[in-house]
């Protein structure tokens, strides 16, 4: 059920890109992304509805592919404050109503 | 405006002990859902609701229980607390359900020794 995503960890240093990848193995009705720093609750980053919607917020942004049942996050020109752990969540309908599942998590580190 | 609210932030309980996590969100969502996150690991979906009087469970229900009789609380109670429940906890809400994004709780430590 737990999305799987890819790296599990990443050093940047500031200035540096990064791609974050995200796989599920049931079909997707929404894909969202979320970033936690340690000891605090996930932040909500984007929303992504549809296949292929991309999405931006500042440097970050998002694709989804419905049909592969993917979504990739890009960060790019890393800043210090995006260090943290990196969480896709996926949307799957059941009968009883929606499940949301996080991902495995991607720890980013971006130093000077 | 309070969103989501969990008490207590810190508990620890001996093995075998029973305790209920509070959960209250005041922002009239439908969808509330239990989060557990082992150290340096991922959230894990162990109960949610979509609406009150109906549950369902997630991915490790084991151990838990539930019940939503308001919209607004969702306690999660733990029978017979074990070492293997040492976790954080999150709480989360959101409206209709699909395609709004989670509110999170800030979450309760509990240790089981």
């Known amino acids: 059920q737990q999305p799987v995503q890819s790296p599990q960890a990443v050093i940047l240093r500031e200035g540096e890109d990064a791609v974050i990848n995200c796989s599920s193995s049931?079909?997707?009705?929404?894909v969202h992304w979320y970033r936690q720093k340690h000891g605090e609750a996930p932040v909500f980053l984007m929303i992504?509805?549809?296949?292929?919607e991309q999405k931006g917020h500042e440097k970050i942004s998002a694709s989804f592919n419905e049909k592969k049942q993917q979504s990739s996050l890009y960060l790019t020109a890393s800043q210090l404050s995006y260090s943290g752990t990196y969480f896709c969540?996926?949307?799957?309908?059941?009968?009883?109503?929606?499940?949301?599942?996080f991902g495995t998590g991607t720890s980013l580190t971006v130093i000077p | 405006n309070a969103g989501v609210t969990q008490t207590p932030k810190f508990r620890i309980l001996k093995i075998g002990q029973s305790m209920t996590l509070q959960c209250t969100q005041d922002?009239?969502?439908?969808?509330m859902y239990w989060y557990r996150q082992d150290p340096g690991m991922g959230l894990k979906l162990i109960y949610y609701?979509?609406?009150?009087?109906?549950?369902d469970k997630g991915e490790v229900p084991n151990g838990y229980n539930v019940s939503r009789s308001t919209t607004e609380d969702f306690p999660l109670r733990l029978e017979l607390a074990a070492p293997s429940q040492t976790s954080v906890y999150f709480c989360?809400?959101?409206?209709?359900?699909?395609?709004?994004?989670?509110?999170f709780g800030s979450g309760t430590q509990l240790s089981v020794l």
């Open positions: 609701s979509v609406g009150a009087g109906i549950t």
């Open positions: 989360a809400s959101s409206y209709v359900g699909s395609g709004e994004k989670l509110f």
């Open positions: 922002m009239n969502h439908n969808y």
């Open positions: 969540g996926t949307e799957t309908r059941k009968n009883t109503g929606n499940q949301f599942y």
């Open positions: 049931k079909a997707l009705y929404s």
């Open positions: 992504l509805l549809k296949g292929g």
